[in-house]
């Protein structure tokens, strides 16, 4: 049989194991933010959004971005190599995007690629506030209405900035999704902000790629 001296070793070995498991987590996150803290982009300033009405940290890195292109107004050849994919919206009916496509650089923001026709959208990936990961932005940003009265405010503002509404959510009521070009006062994030801080509208906040956000 096993005797209690076995079993204690044992014991040992498995409390061994498991802090040698949460240290390697532990260096594994901090290798993460030392990498994340190399590639922040310092020609670029930092941004923030809202969320739940506190300010969320934004800071630009160096080694993605985002990208979309229209697939009827642009030469392909003429563009960085990328896995280009068709641009979804989910909950929203718009035939307004069918002609897009968006992809992720492997290289930092460049405003110099709007001089290639068909680009339509362009910017940096972000750390989010503690993020160990940088996010992709994309042209999206999302709306709440106080009230369905508010929609002819929606429509004021989205004019005066040069935004598209595209539709409302099929499962958030009051929730519209509006979009960015490079003829908008401003990238996602600025309109967001500009939006919620109108005071006109209960929320808005940018479309920040597979970050899950609980509303």
């Known amino acids: 049989g096993v005797t209690i001296r076995q079993m204690m070793d044992m014991k040992i070995s498995q409390y061994i194991g498991l802090w040698y498991l949460i240290l390697l987590t ?8 030392d990498l994340l803290h190399n590639d922040i982009d310092k020609d670029l300033p930092a941004k923030y959004y809202w969320y739940r009405n ?3 940290t934004m800071i630009p890195v160096n080694s993605k971005s985002f990208i979309l292109i229209d697939t009827n107004l642009c030469d392909k050849d003429k563009l ?15 035939d307004k995007t069918k002609h897009l496509q968006y992809a992720t650089l492997n290289k930092r923001f460049d405003p110099e690629l709007y001089k290639i026709d068909g680009i339509v959208y362009h910017s940096p990936f972000y750390i989010v506030g503690d993020a160990t990961e940088a996010y992709g932005v994309s042209n999206l940003f999302y709306v709440k209405l106080k009230s369905r009265d508010d929609f002819d405010k929606l429509e004021e503002l989205a004019k005066e900035y040069k935004v598209e509404i595209l539709g409302d959510n099929k499962l958030l009521p009051l929730w519209f999704t509006l979009s ?17 801080e109108s005071e ?10 597979g970050r899950v956000i609980y509303f």
């Open 180 to 196: 960015c070009d490079k003829e908008s006062a401003g990238d996602a994030i600025d309109m967001a902000n500009t939006f919620y």
């Open 80 to 94: 960085p190599k990328a896995d280009f994919k068709p641009y979804e919206l989910g909950n929203i009916s718009s």
């Open 54 to 56: 506190e300010k969320i």
């Open 200 to 209: 006109l509208f209960e929320h808005a906040e940018p479309d920040i790629m």
């Open 26 to 33: 532990i260096v594994g996150c901090d290798s993460n933010s």
